[in-house]
């Protein structure tokens, strides 16, 4: 597969555990957000989204928060399986500006 | 189904040789995208078009060509002027909505190795 990520930070979890993965984004003009998930050897694939008047979505086991005051948003994944095995990205973007991509997170699952 | 296409998926050249990266989408998307994925590092944004026969460098555009003639298509030439060509590479689309930010579909991308 794919070298991508190859250093990338590692998160390692339990199978049937909670997940979470952090981000800090660095424009405070930013105000739209997405979580995207990267598989070896495919393209990123969209999780979810969230706009800066929210700070909490909830999708289908994930759910993201929003602290605009640090900067910070987050990803949580409940009931982590083996298929949630990838890199996750984070992705800020302004009205001004174009979407720019975190450096990845990988998430590991331990059986 | 709606998607992303690039191909192929694999792609060797030698070094002084332009190559031309394959992108259809079918989504009726009016923004496509290339990036550039290196390891350990983020996306990196190469030439963007936000409408046919409208075209725009992005970050890393040295290097590099596009062309939109149609819609569905927005293919990316890797030229010999491009220092260091090999990585992976990722088409994308986007449909902005109401003025709205809305998310980027990629395609499976693109592996190219030149030596």
């Known amino acids: 597969g794919e070298n991508v990520g190859l250093h990338l930070p590692t998160l390692s979890v339990q199978e049937g555990d909670n997940s979470i993965i952090n981000c800090a984004y660095s424009?405070?003009?930013?105000?739209?957000f997405i979580w995207y998930k990267q598989e070896s050897g495919k393209g990123p694939q969209f999780i979810i989204d969230?706009?800066?008047?929210?700070d909490k979505r909830q999708g289908q086991r994930v759910t993201v928060l929003l602290n605009k005051t640090v900067k910070h948003l987050s990803l949580q994944i409940a009931a982590t399986q083996p298929g949630d095995s990838a890199v996750y990205f984070c992705?800020?973007?302004?009205?001004?500006?174009?979407?720019?991509f975190g450096s990845g997170t990988r998430l590991s699952i331990r059986p | 189904d709606g998607g992303i296409t690039q191909s192929p998926k694999y792609l060797f050249r030698k070094e002084g040789q332009n190559v031309t990266l394959s992108c259809e989408q079918n989504?009726?998307?009016?923004?496509m995208y290339w990036y550039r994925q290196d390891p350990g590092q983020g996306l990196r944004l190469i030439y963007y078009?936000?409408?046919?026969?409208?075209?725009q460098k992005g970050d890393i555009a040295e290097g590099y060509s596009v062309s939109r003639e149609k819609k569905e298509s927005f293919p990316l030439t890797v030229t010999s002027a491009q220092k260091n060509p090999t990585a992976f590479y990722l088409c994308?689309?986007?449909?902005?909505?109401?003025?709205?930010?809305?998310?980027?579909?990629f395609g499976n991308g693109t592996r190219l190795t030149v030596t």
């Open positions: 994308a689309s986007s449909l902005p909505h109401r003025g709205l930010d809305s998310p980027l579909h």
């Open positions: 424009n405070s003009a930013s105000d739209y």
């Open positions: 969230i706009r800066s008047n929210m």
């Open positions: 992705a800020e973007k302004s009205r001004a500006s174009k979407i720019i």
């Open positions: 989504l009726n998307h009016d923004a």
């Open positions: 078009s936000q409408i046919v026969n409208d075209f």
